[in-house]
C-alpha cells in the first residue's frame, strides 16, 4: 500500500496526488513513468512521472480523467492508500548540454515535461516552453514553469489567459525566428503528430512521448507496441520516448481505440452506481 | 510377483468435468484421483529394480520410491520423497509433459499405457496442501542475504531452497502479484490459483520476503541490490516472456494481440469478470490462434471459455510436431477447439478504420527433414483462403526480456539477449550472480516449469556454495 501524501485538484477534470513511494522516488528520472493499480479490481494504468523527491520519498503524478479508472481514482483524497505502485518504468529522457531546448506539453502531457524541463534547465540548455490549456480556471504550474524557463508561453483554447490558441502556433513562430536544437512536446497524440508536421519542415529532432495502452508495462505483454520508422517498439521498455518524426501517430490513433467499447460501458456502470 | 502380465493393463482415468460443461467455466478440467483410485494405480508400478522412469523425470524424482509409499498408503513418506526433488508436486503432476518424460521411460508403457505418474504426483501433492505437511524442520540462521529477482517457478524454488539452508532471502517481483507464468499464463482451468497462492504461502512462512512491484534494472539495479542492499547473492530468474510478433502484414490492426497479453488481461487482470474487474479483454465472437505451443492451447481454450462462436487454432505443422501437452491437445478437441493443420498465416486483413476483418492463410505441405529433423515445410500454390475471424492472438513463442540485460553492467548475454551460466552451478558472468529458468541458456536449454524449479535449485546450491567461499 502506498500512501497519498497530497492532493491538489487542478479542475474538474484534472487532480494531482503526491504519493509516498521511497524506491520509486530515489531512483526515477525524468521521463519515466509508473504503473498504478489502485485497488483490487482495478486496471494496471500507466502514468508518467511529473515530479519526483528523493528526499521526501515521494513521487507526483498529475492525472486527467478520461474513463472510469481516473475518474474512480480521483475519489481517493489524502491520506488514502492505493494498492500498487510500480516503476519506474520506461528509459529515462537523454539529458545533454545542447542548446536551446523548446518544450511543448498540452492537455495532460502539461505536468509530464516538467520533469524534462527541470533536467535540461539543470544541464545548463536555453529553454522555452509552450503550455496549453482549455481555459484560465484551469491554468496549474505557472511558476514551476516559469522558474526553469527562460521564455514561457502559455495558450488557452478560449484566449481567457496567455494567447488564444493551439501551442503549435508559437511553435511555429519560435523555431521560424531563433535557433531550436530539440523540441521536446508532450500531450494528446493529436498534438504530439502536430508538433512533429510543424518541425518537420525544419529538420529539428522532436520527442515524443508516447503512452499507449499498456498491460503489465515491463515489455511481456505487447499491448503497447508501436511501428517507429521501420520497427517494432515497445512504448513501455523502448520508449515512452520516441522520434517524433518517424512515429506511425496514425496507427497509434487508432489502436488508442481497442477498448473504447468497453470504456462506455465501464464508465456507464461506474456513473450509474455513484 | 507382481509383472507386467499380472497388472491391471488399464490406466485409471482421473476425474475431470465434461467437456459441454467445462467449456462454459473456468474451473479446474482434471479434478484428480481419489484414494481409491490411486491405490489402483499405484499398483500398476512395477516398482523395477532398474527404474527407467527416474531418468525420464528432468529433476529425478524417485517415483518408483513415492509409488511404493503410496501402495502403502504412507502418503506422507510419499510427499517427503518427492519433495526431495520437486519442491511443488501439486503444480509439477498438474504442467509437466510427463508423456515427454517419466511417463515416455516407464516399462508398463511398452505394452499398456504407462503408469499416470504426473496424476500421482498431483494426487500426493495436493495431500500435502490439504494437510498442511509443511516442512517444519528448524532453519539455523546463516547471515547471508539473497535477492532473487522474479518470482516465477525458478524463482520460487531457489528462494526455498535458500532460506531453508539458512539465508535472509526477498523476493523482488514487477508485477503486483507473484507466481510469473504460474499466476499470469496457466489459467485457472487447468492450475488453479489457489494451488499457486498456497505454494507461495509456505514460502512466506519459511521467512521469504517477497516484494511485488519492484523491477529490478528500474527500481533498484542488480549492483543496487549487492552494493547498496547487502545481498551477499543474486539469482535472475525474470522468464523470458517478450512475445515475438507474426511479422505479417496486419499485425497492428485492432483485434490483433499477443498470446500473453490476452492471458494477462483474463488471468492476472480477471477480464473474464469484466466489468467487476476493470480490465477488459477485447475479443469478437470467431478466434483464431496461430501456434500450437502450451501457450497457444492454453489461449484457445480461454478463448472458447468467453462466450465466443469459434476458436481456431491454426499451425504450419501437424499434431504429431506440436509442442504443447498432449493432454491439453486433446482437452481443446474435446471442447470444440477447431485445429486447422498444415497452414500459415499470409496476412490479417482490416477495414478502412483499422479492425480485423479475417485471416489469410495458406496451405503447407511437409518435405524431408531438417538439420534437427523436424519435417520441413512449404507452401502449395494456390491454396489461400481467407479465414472468418475478428480477433488473431498469436502465440509464437517469446524471447528474452531486455530490461536485466541493459542495466546490468558486465553481465555476459548471449546474441538473443538470454544469460549464459555454468552448467554446474548457474552462475553468471558475474561473480555472486546466478540466473535460472527459461533466462538462462545452458547447455540444458528446455522451457518448461519442471526445468524452471531444477535451475533454480541448482543455482541455489550454486549460491550456498559460492557465499561459503566468500567468507
Ligand atoms: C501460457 C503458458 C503456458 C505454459 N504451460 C506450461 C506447461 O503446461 N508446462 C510447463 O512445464 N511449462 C509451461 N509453460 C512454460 C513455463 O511456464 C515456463 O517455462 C516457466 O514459467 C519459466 O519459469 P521462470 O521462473 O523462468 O519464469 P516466469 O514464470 O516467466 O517468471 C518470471 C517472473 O519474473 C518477473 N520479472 C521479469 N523481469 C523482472 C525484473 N526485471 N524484475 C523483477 N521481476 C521480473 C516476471 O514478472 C515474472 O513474474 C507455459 C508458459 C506459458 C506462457
Ligand atoms: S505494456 Fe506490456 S509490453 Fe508494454
Known amino acids: ?274 | 510377483m507382481k509383472n507386467i502380465n499380472t497388472i491391471n493393463p488399464e490406466r485409471s482415468p482421473a476425474g475431470h468435468q465434461e467437456p459441454a460443461i467445462r467449456r462454459k467455466n473456468f474451473l479446474e478440467v482434471v479434478t484428480g484421483y481419489t484414494d481409491d483410485v490411486a491405490l489402483t494405480e499405484a499398483d500398476r508400478c512395477l516398482q523395477c529394480k532398474k527404474p527407467a522412469c527416474i531418468t525420464g523425470c528432468p529433476v529425478n524424482i524417485n517415483i518408483k520410491g513415492f509409488i511404493h509409499e503410496i501402495t502403502n498408503q504412507r502418503y506422507e513418506n510419499a510427499y517427503r520423497i518427492v519433495t526431495e526433488a520437486n519442491l511443488f508436486p501439486s503444480i509439477c503432476g498438474r504442467v509437466c509433459p510427463q508423456e515427454k518424460q517419466c511417463e515416455s521411460k516407464c516399462v508398463v508403457g511398452k505394452k499398456y499405457a504407462p503408469v499416470a505418474i504426473g496424476t500421482l504426483e498431483r494426487f500426493v501433492g495436493d495431500l500435502a496442501q490439504k494437510n498442511n505437511w509443511t516442512d517444519k524442520s528448524e532453519i539455523k540462521r546463516n547471515g547471508k542475504r539473497a535477492a532473487i529477482i522474479g518470482s516465477g517457478p525458478s524463482g520460487l524454488a531457489c528462494a526455498s531452497d535458500l532460506a531453508k539452508a539458512g539465508f535472509e532471502v526477498v523476493i523482488f517481483e514487477a508485477l503486483h502479484l507473484p507466481g510469473g507464468v504460474l499466476m499470469y499464463g496457466i489459467p485457472e482451468f487447468r492450475l488453479p490459483k489457489g494451488i499457486v497462492s498456497r505454494e507461495i504461502e509456505n514460502l512466506k512462512n519459511l521467512g521469504i520476503k517477497i516484494e511485488t512491484n519492484k523491477i529490478i534494472g528500474k527500481t533498484h539495479t542488480i549492483e543496487d541490490l549487492m552494493h547498496k542492499h547487502g545481498f551477499d547473492a543474486v539469482f535472475i530468474g525474470t522468464g523470458a516472456g517478450y512475445p515475438q510478433s507474426p511479422g505479417i502484414k496486419g499485425e497492428f490492426l485492432n483485434g490483433v494481440m499477443s498470446a500473453n497479453e490476452f492471458l494477462t488481461r483474463v488471468n492476472l487482470m480477471h477480464g473474464y469478470d469484466f466489468p467487476t474487474h476493470a480490465t477488459p479483454v477485447g475479443i469478437g465472437h470467431d478466434i483464431a490462434v496461430i501456434g500450437c505451443g502450451n501457450t497457444a492451447m492454453d489461449a484457445a481454450r480461454v478463448a472458447l471459455r468467453l462466450n465466443t462462436k469459434n476458436v481456431y487454432i491454426v499451425y504450419r505443422r501437424t499434431v504429431n510436431e506440436s509442442p504443447a501437452r498432449k493432454e491439453e491437445i486433446k482437452h481443446a478437441m474435446e471442447e470444440g477447439v477447431q485445429f486447422i493443420w498444415l497452414t500459415a498465416p499470409v496476412e490479417i486483413l482490416g477495414t478502412t478504420d483499422g479492425w480485423i476483418k479475417g485471416m489469410r492463410c495458406i496451405k503447407l505441405q511437409q518435405g524431408e527433414p531438417d538439420s534437427k529433423g523436424r519435417l520441413t515445410v512449404s507452401p502449395i500454390l494456390g491454396t489461400e483462403f481467407t479465414l472468418d475471424v475478428d480477433t488473431v492472438i498469436y502465440a509464437l513463442g517469446t524471447m528474452a526480456n531486455p530490461i536485466i540485460g541493459k542495466t546490468t553492467a558486465h553481465l555476459k548475454l548471449d546474441k538473443n539477449g538470454y544469460i549464459p551460466v555454468d552448467d554446474e552451478t548457474q552462475m553468471t558472468s558475474i561473480p555472486g550472480v546466478f540466473a535460472g529458468g527459461d533466462i538462462s541458456k545452458s547447455s540444458w536449454t528446455f522451457t518448461t516449469v519442471i526445468h524452471a524449479m531444477g535451475k533454480g535449485r541448482r543455482a541455489a546450491k550454486g549460491m550456498i556454495d559460492f557465499v561459503s567461499h566468500k567468507s
Open chain 1, 1 to 274: 500500500m502506498f500512501k497519498i501524501i497530497r492532493k491538489e485538484i487542478f479542475s474538474p477534470v484534472t487532480y494531482m496526488w503526491e504519493i509516498e513511494v521511497p524506491d520509486i522516488a530515489s531512483s526515477s528520472k525524468p521521463g519515466q513513468f509508473v504503473i498504478v493499480h489502485h485497488n483490487e479490481k482495478s486496471e494496471r494504468v500507466p502514468l508518467t512521472i511529473a515530479d519526483f523527491d528523493a528526499e521526501r520519498g515521494t513521487i507526483t503524478l498529475v492525472i486527467q480523467v478520461v474513463g472510469k479508472t481516473s475518474k474512480e481514482m480521483m475519489s481517493y483524497e489524502a491520506g488514502d492508500s492505493i494498492l500498487d505502485v510500480a516503476g519506474p518504468l520506461g528509459e529515462a529522457s537523454h539529458i545533454d548540454k545542447i542548446g536551446t531546448v523548446l518544450f511543448v506539453g498540452g492537455g495532460l502531457g502539461v505536468a509530464p515535461i516538467y520533469p524534462q524541463l527541470r533536467a535540461f534547465k539543470e544541464k545548463g540548455n536555453h529553454t522555452i516552453s509552450i503550455v496549453g490549456f482549455r481555459s484560465k480556471e484551469i491554468v496549474f504550474w505557472e511558476e514551476r514553469f516559469r522558474y526553469f524557463s527562460d521564455e514561457l508561453i502559455i495558450t488557452t483554447d478560449d484566449g481567457s489567459y496567455g494567447e488564444k490558441g493551439l501551442v503549435t502556433e508559437p511553435l511555429k513562430r519560435l523555431i521560424s525566428h531563433g535557433v531550436v536544437n530539440l523540441v521536446v512536446a508532450i500531450g494528446p497524440l493529436v498534438m504530439m503528430r502536430a508538433c512533429a508536421e510543424v518541425t518537420r519542415p525544419f529538420g529539428i529532432k522532436t520527442i515524443v512521448s508516447l503512452n499507449p495502452i499498456m498491460v503489465d508495462g515491463t515489455g511481456m505483454c505487447g499491448s503497447c507496441r508501436v511501428s517507429v520508422g521501420n520497427e517494432v517498439k515497445f512504448a513501455c521498455i523502448d520508449g515512452p520516448d520516441m522520434d517524433g518524426h518517424i512515429v506511425n501517430f496514425d496507427e497509434l490513433l487508432v489502436r488508442q481505440k481497442r477498448f473504447d467499447k468497453y470504456e462506455k460501458i465501464a464508465l456507464k456502470r461506474f456513473e450509474s452506481s455513484q
